[in-house]
């Protein structure tokens, strides 16, 4: 029983998070060891924050974007244990319930060396984060900005790497079949860019780009696919799981 539970909160957290690949599992492992929400914390390449549940809503917004975007916290929900059996008289009962937190996963850009910086907006109000003890004022604003302190962060070589000022995007598939890639180059149209199937079963494509870190996804009949030979996954604004890749 006490196996199940677990399985169905994986399902359940899976779902949260946006999308299920093997990736997914160090942040639901860090997640499942929660008590409650806790000071902001690096996972591999990404940080998680949390918040109580009991605020309506909550955003986050970072220095190095300008404070420009908003990423909006999700509600984690876990399986109800009280839920007992359904009387079939009676209203089914709440498969899940509020765990008590909201959480947002951001991958750590690379660009970023010594801090991350950002703001919360609970509840419709600018603030620092409730939770991190590390803040630093703006000398010109007066503004409070929590502040993370970020490690040497050692990221693998891109797979993409082509000629300069381009990204080489290679999928294999059966021959014979059609391939197309999308990313945040091209606002994720699935149908723009089609790659070429340059020998038997291995279809390529060489964009031009200009310098910049970019998300990609190839679609194969139909579905989206993950680029099985880049290991640098990220979680798009939608939650979807996507590959990340840069132009130098």
């Known amino acids: 029983m006490k196996k199940q539970a677990v399985f169905l909160l994986l399902i359940v957290i899976i779902g949260s998070i946006g999308a299920a690949n093997t990736d997914s599992f160090q942040f639901i492992d860090h997640l499942l060891r929660l008590k409650g929400p806790e000071k902001p914390q690096i996972i591999e390449d990404a940080v ?125 598939a059966p021959p014979g079949e059609t391939v197309t890639v999308a990313g945040s180059f091209n606002n994720w149209d699935p149908f723009m860019y089609e790659l070429r199937e340059i020998s038997r079963g291995c279809y390529s494509l060489s964009l031009p780009l200009p310098a910049g870190t970019y998300q990609y996804t190839f679609f194969h009949r139909g579905e989206r696919r993950l680029d099985p030979n880049n290991p640098r996954r990220v979680y798009t604004r939608e939650g979807k799981a996507a590959n990340e890749a840069t132009v130098e």
């Open 48 to 172: 998680i924050f949390t918040a109580p549940s009991s605020y309506r809503r909550v955003g986050i917004a970072f220095a190095h974007e300008g404070f420009g975007k908003v990423y909006w916290f999700q509600r984690l929900m876990v399986p109800n244990e009280n839920a007992g059996a359904w009387n079939k008289d009676k209203a089914p009962p709440d498969l899940h319930r509020d765990s008590g937190m909201l959480f947002y996963i951001y991958t750590i850009p690379e660009n970023l060396k010594d801090v991350l910086e950002y703001r919360l907006i609970i509840d419709g109000l600018w603030v620092k984060d409730p939770l991190n003890p590390d803040y630093r004022i703006d000398p010109a604003s007066g503004i409070a900005k929590s502040v993370i302190a970020l490690p040497y962060i050692k990221r693998p070589d891109s797979p993409n790497r082509g000629p300069a000022g381009t990204l080489t995007f290679t999928y294999y």
